[in-house]
T-cell receptor
Framework: AQSVTQLDSQVPVFEEAPVELRCNYSSSVSVYLFWYVQYPNQGLQLLLKYLSGSTLVKGINGFEAEFNKSQTSFHLRKPSVHISDTAEYFCAVSLPPGNTPLVFGKGTRLSVIA | KAGVTQTPRYLIKTRGQQVTLSCSPISGHRSVSWYQQTPGQGLQFLFEYFSETQRNKGNFPGRFSGRQFSNSRSEMNVSTLELGDSALYLC??????????????FGPGTRLTVT
């Protein structure tokens, strides 16, 4: 069975600084990879996804992630964060062929400090 | 398009009672998935319905059940509530069907508190 590990439960960062949220997965087969964001009292919103092809994936709100098969990682990055990026971020995997359940990591709480 | 709607948004129940949560997917979406979110266990998959049939099921006891109607609206039911069932229950809808990966759109959730 696949699993997802988000290495940091909380990441504080100053406004306009870069940030990296780490995600490692475990699976014996190829997976699809996702990053979701959850703002307070809201559901999850998809930031970006990797299905195949280019290992560098660009998403919404200036976020990007790089798929590294050898390290089984899918780290999320943003070069300059804003106060509005304060939220919980979840990494998730699912198995091909599609429409299979998402398996989530425990989440990383990003706090942007003014 | 209207987003995924979940009702009610907040619910307080007593141990031993049962509860029904409702989810209305985005128009045209035929797949509805349910997830439980707790501080300890994180986000866990409950089940998924597609065209009124349960297509996938997570590892939850039989007290948790669901169904989907012909208009794709879905309900989940929890019987004999336990304190540990206190959680945010999230519903997600997608177009579904085929072998493609479709984006799942999440509702705001129903916050269930069991006392």
């Amino acid at each position: 069975a696949q699993s997802v590990t988000q290495l940091d439960s909380q990441v504080p960062v100053f406004e306009e600084a870069p940030v990296e949220l780490r995600c490692n997965y475990s699976s014996s087969v190829s997976v699809y990879l996702f990053w979701y964001v959850q703002y307070p009292n809201q559901g999850l919103q998809l930031l970006l996804k990797y299905l195949s092809g280019s290992t560098l994936v660009k998403g919404i709100n200036g976020f990007e992630a790089e798929f590294n098969k050898s390290q089984t990682s899918f780290h999320l990055r943003k070069p300059s964060v804003h106060i509005s990026d304060t939220a919980e971020y979840f990494c998730a995997v699912s198995l091909p062929p599609g429409n299979t359940p998402l398996v989530f990591g425990k989440g990383t709480r990003l706090s942007v400090i003014a | 398009k209207a987003g995924v709607t979940q009702t009610p948004r907040y619910l307080i129940k007593t141990r031993g009672q049962q509860v029904t949560l409702s989810c209305s997917p985005i128009s045209g979406h035929r797949s509805v998935s349910w997830y439980q979110q707790t501080p300890g266990q994180g986000l866990q998959f409950l089940f998924e319905y597609f065209s009124e049939t349960q297509r996938n099921k997570g590892n939850f006891p039989g007290r948790f059940s669901g169904r989907q109607f012909s208009n794709s609206r879905s309900e989940m039911n929890v019987s004999t509530l336990e304190l540990g069932d206190s959680a945010l229950y999230l519903c997600a809808s997608s177009i579904g069907g085929g072998r493609q990966v479709y984006e799942q759109y999440f509702g705001p959730g129903t916050r269930l508190t069991v006392t």
